[in-house]
């Protein structure tokens, strides 16, 4: 009888920690998820999540990131139904209803007015670009399936600090440059920004999660020094599991893990001997041809997302096809020749102008997702 008991009361319990907002002027309602050790008499750290194109307000892949502490997590909705045009008038409805929505939780619920973020996937990704640009109340955030694509209306020329910006792409998503412009924009702003590429995903996550995800939440909730020792443990045992993965897996594996939060935080003399482990495997033949090719294939991304001109695509689009057909086999050939089908799909979009009249720009948009040739249609 106590356990039917028990069980009887446990969703009263976690529903408890839930509730929801009625914000005028949305289609669906806004969801809060209280964290297990929620007080109203102090403040705490909340996290704004924007679903993509089609879905609705959810709280639970932040929650399952964040822990079941500390964090208030946040599901948002969109004034605007299915695609998103960017205008300076949809933008402010959007920035209205956020504002709407953090006053609120301000007044009646706990949220930290000094660490708030934002956040989302795919549609919700390009919308946190916009507001990490341009909303001076915003801390930080994550760019999940996204990148940067445009200008927001009423962007800051700098952030007043270092904003932390966290970006995580598949590497084989139709957005994946534009997650590359956006380590460079947010980074040339001022930001304090970490990127991490899911190498065998397309336009998804990972069902489990993202440890670079966690460890960023971590670092907004508390200091280097105290998350240090945790740190080195936490990267010692994901370095030691990599070793039971395949040359090239384990490879993947331990560049994330030099990309992750966590490493900064480690010793000097620990990063040495990682970099050491990763240069040794580095030299080895299964993973040399593939580390050479990375490189070369960087270098054309760089190329492809600073260098606007209709020549320099076709040279770097060139230059996708000729890697590829070297190395068909290669993890990274593949990757070449489906840069290369993106590229010339772009190619094929651009329209010859007559000799005399101003050259037509590169188009801006994932393709072919979605277009951006001017005010883009974002999902």
């Given amino acids: 009888m106590n356990r039917f008991l028990t069980l009887l009361l446990l969703p009263l319990s976690v529903a408890a920690k839930d509730l929801t907002l009625e914000i005028p002027n949305l289609p669906h309602l806004v969801k809060v998820s209280l964290p297990e050790n929620f007080d109203p008499a102090i403040k705490h750290p909340t996290f704004f999540y924007y679903h993509g194109t089609s879905g609705r307000p959810t709280t639970s892949f932040m929650r399952n990131q964040a822990g079941n502490k500390d964090w208030i997590i946040v599901g948002m909705s969109y004034t605007h139904r299915g695609k998103f045009t960017l205008s300076p008038q949809s933008f402010a409805a959007e920035r209205k209803t956020y504002h709407t929505v953090r006053n609120l939780m301000l007044q009646k619920h706990g949220a930290d007015p000094n ?11 390009w919308h946190t670009d916009l507001m990490l640009q341009a909303e001076p109340t ?50 040339k702003l001022g930001g304090a920004v970490s ?9 998804a996550y990972p069902e489990d999660g993202s440890d ?10 508390q200091t280097a020094k105290a998350l240090a020792p945790l740190a080195t443990q936490e990267l010692a045992e994901t370095a030691a599991k990599a070793k039971s993965l395949k040359p090239i897996e384990q490879w993947e594996r331990l560049r994330e893990i030099k990309n992750m939060p966590y490493f900064a935080l480690t010793s000097p003399a620990w990063q040495a001997k990682f970099k050491k482990s990763l240069a040794a495997l580095e030299a080895t033949p299964p993973v040399a041809t593939e580390a050479s090719l990375y490189s070369k294939h960087r270098r054309l991304l760089h ?23 070297q190395y068909p086999n290669s993890r990274q050939g593949k990757l070449l020749e489906e840069d290369f089908k ?18 037509t720009e590169v188009p801006r948009g994932p393709i072919p997702r979605t277009r951006i040739p001017g005010n883009p249609l974002i999902r």
């Fill in 303 to 325: 190329q492809e997302i600073t260098n606007r001109t209709l020549t320099s695509l076709k040279k770097v689009s060139e230059s996708y096809l000729d890697l590829s057909s």
């Fill in 115 to 125: 660490h708030l973020y934002v956040g989302g996937f795919s549609l919700g990704g």
């Fill in 195 to 203: 990127m991490e590429v899911w190498p065998t995903l397309r336009h």
């Fill in 212 to 221: 670079s995800i966690r460890q960023w939440l971590a670092l907004r909730t």
């Fill in 138 to 187: 915003i801390s930080g955030g994550i760019i999940i399936g996204a990148g940067h694509a445009q200008t927001a209306p009423g962007a800051m020329k700098r952030y007043p600090d270092k904003k932390p910006v966290h970006i995580a792409i598949g590497r084989s998503d139709g957005n994946y440059t534009f997650a590359l412009k956006g380590y460079l924009h947010h980074r």
């Fill in 342 to 359: 993106r590229t010339a799909a772009i190619l094929k979009q651009i329209k010859v102008i007559p000799s005399g009249k101003k050259p």
